[in-house]
């Protein structure tokens, strides 16, 4: 079975400051991982997924996870945050072989002027 | 383009009233479809998936049911409503297959409280 623990419930930032949301998993088996980013009210949306070949992934609006398989973790950064960037991000990690994404219980960034 | 509706946006209900929410998806066929929940601080809980009409799997045990009547309608509910029900629900569908380079899509989620 396969779990995610975000181990930050909470995240106040200071704008342009960089920032590193936790994300480590457990599975016995080869995972895809994902990071989705919830605006207030809102559903889900992707923001980075790592599924085979480089470990660094990239979003188009900054932020970058890297997979690192022998600490089990998939943690999203970024060198200089907004305003905007404000929300709360689930990191969600998915079997090979399953039908279902395991969501972490969320860290919500604030970012503050 | 696929799209998936999730409605209402918001919902007030009293304590054991019923509960239908329902989640349609566009144009894609054959969706696994997904309900979510997510309470004040406990992140996203799966609570049913389906890979077909009829087919529903139950991820916890709880106060709330699921069914698929069509292949791209997945409906919530509740015969009656508890207190700890209230919270954010979201529909979400993944491709049957569910390819490498694709992603689960999610609505618009329903805010439900309970009074």
């Known amino acids: 079975a396969q779990s995610v623990t975000q181990l930050d419930s909470q995240v106040p930032v200071f704008e342009e400051a960089p920032v590193e949301l936790r994300c480590n998993y457990s599975?016995?088996?080869?995972?895809?991982l994902f990071w989705y980013v919830q605006y207030p009210n809102q559903g889900l949306q992707l923001l980075l997924k790592?599924?085979?070949?480089?470990?660094l992934v990239e979003s188009i609006n900054g932020f970058e996870a890297e997979f690192n398989k022998s600490q089990t973790s998939f943690h999203l950064r970024k060198p200089s945050v907004h305003i905007s960037d404000t929300a709360e991000y689930f990191c969600?990690?998915?079997?090979?072989?399953?039908?279902?994404?395991?969501f972490g219980t969320g860290t919500r960034l604030t970012v503050i002027p | 383009s696929q799209t998936i509706h999730q409605w209402p946006a918001t919902l007030v209900q009293p304590v054991g009233s019923p509960l239908s929410l329902e989640c349609t998806v566009e144009?894609?066929?054959?969706?696994?479809l997904y309900w979510y929940r997510q309470a004040a601080g406990r992140g996203l809980q799966l609570l049913f998936y389906?890979?077909?009409?009829?087919?529903i799997s139950s991820e916890v045990p709880q106060n709330l049911s699921a069914s698929r009547p069509q292949d791209r309608q997945f409906i919530l509910s509740s015969k009656k409503l508890l207190l700890s029900d209230s919270g954010f629900y979201l529909c979400?569908?993944?491709?049957?297959?569910?390819?490498?380079?694709?992603?689960?899509?999610f609505g618009q989620g329903t805010r439900l409280t309970v009074v």
């Open positions: 979400a569908w993944t491709p049957r297959r569910w390819r490498v380079n694709t992603e689960a899509f």
């Open positions: 599975s016995s088996v080869s995972v895809y």
């Open positions: 790592y599924l085979s070949g480089s470990t």
């Open positions: 969600a990690v998915k079997g090979t072989g399953a039908n279902n994404l395991f």
């Open positions: 144009g894609t066929s054959n969706p696994n």
């Open positions: 389906s890979v077909g009409i009829g087919q």
